[in-house]
């Protein structure tokens, strides 16, 4: 029977876990506005997020929040009042949204070529 490396197995299921968590088209853009702008109400935070429907972005905060990423606080105002901001983990992400940044902008000519030839 051959052994497994638990060090690499569990390596491989945390990187696989993490993308999981943090994969789609709008998670990362949450974040990164988050971070920039520290608390916001989902109004604003739907403004920064360009392109985002407010039913997506309930989705994705709700998931968000599930994985404690980003608390909500919700007050009891007329109309109600929501502010989001990252948690003490979800800050733990910013030199990683960082290095995703500054590779796109290294890497700007490249990217658009991508889009370019993908229309």
């Given amino acids: 029977m051959k052994s497994k490396n638990p060090k690499k197995l569990a390596g491989g299921?945390?990187?696989r876990q993490t993308l999981d968590m943090?994969?789609?088209k709008w998670k990362f853009a949450i974040i990164h506005s988050l971070l920039q702008h520290?608390?916001?109400r989902f109004k604003t935070l739907e403004r920064d997020v360009a392109?985002?429907?407010p039913r997506m972005l309930i989705k994705?905060?709700?998931l968000l929040e599930a994985h404690g990423i980003v608390s909500r606080q919700a007050y009891a105002t007329v109309p109600p009042t929501v502010e989001y901001t990252l948690t003490e983990c979800g800050r733990t992400l910013a030199p990683i949204v960082q290095?995703?940044?500054e590779w796109?902008?290294?890497n700007q000519a490249v990217i658009s070529g991508s889009l370019d030839a993908q229309e």
Avoid: N, S, V
Wanted: overall charge negative.
């Fill in 13 to 15: 299921c945390a990187f």
């Fill in 38 to 40: 520290g608390t916001l």
């Fill in 104 to 106: 796109g902008l290294k």
């Fill in 51 to 53: 392109g985002i429907t």
């Fill in 99 to 101: 290095a995703i940044e």
């Fill in 22 to 24: 943090l994969e789609g």
């Fill in 60 to 62: 994705e905060l709700k």
